[in-house]
Nanobody, 120 residues
Framework: VQLQASGGGLVQAGASLSLSCAAS????????LAWFRQAPGKEQEFVAE???????YYTDSVKGRFTISRDNAKNTVYLQMNNLNLEDTAVYYC???????????????WGQGTKVTVSS
């Protein structure tokens, strides 16, 4: 089972980026899919999750700017990030699990991470 995250890069503040995470080895249609991030020198934090019914939940700092979505046919989860700011600089990880929530320990499968750097 593998989750492959992509789409990171270097952008200026105010720009947009779209992250993708494609799963292989099993289907995740019945799993909660999420994005976490880890900024330099900080602990990993929850960003957003999308449940099997399509409902979503976001951490407060990204509400209104980020959108998480899933395409079960493609076994892929996306994170559209708009109006990026310096505090969004981090390595972003996708994750999948049956329980979901903001608790990283509820997620069993993890992608390798994709780096997002926002410059001023």
């Amino acid at each position: 089972v593998q989750l492959q995250a992509s789409g990171g890069g270097l952008v200026q503040a105010g720009a947009s980026l779209s992250l993708s995470c494609a799963a292989s080895g099993r289907t995740f249609g019945n799993s909660v899919l999420a994005w976490f991030r880890q900024a330099p020198g900080k602990e990993q934090e929850f960003v957003a999750e999308v449940r099997t019914d399509g409902s979503t939940y976001y951490t407060d700092s990204v509400k209104g700017r980020f959108t998480i979505s899933r395409d079960n046919a493609k076994n892929t989860v996306y994170l559209q990030m708009n109006n990026l700011n310096l505090e969004d600089t981090a390595v972003y990880y996708c994750a999948a699990g049956s329980l979901g929530s903001t608790n990283r320990y509820n997620y069993v499968y993890w992608g390798q991470g994709t780096k997002v750097t926002v410059s001023s």
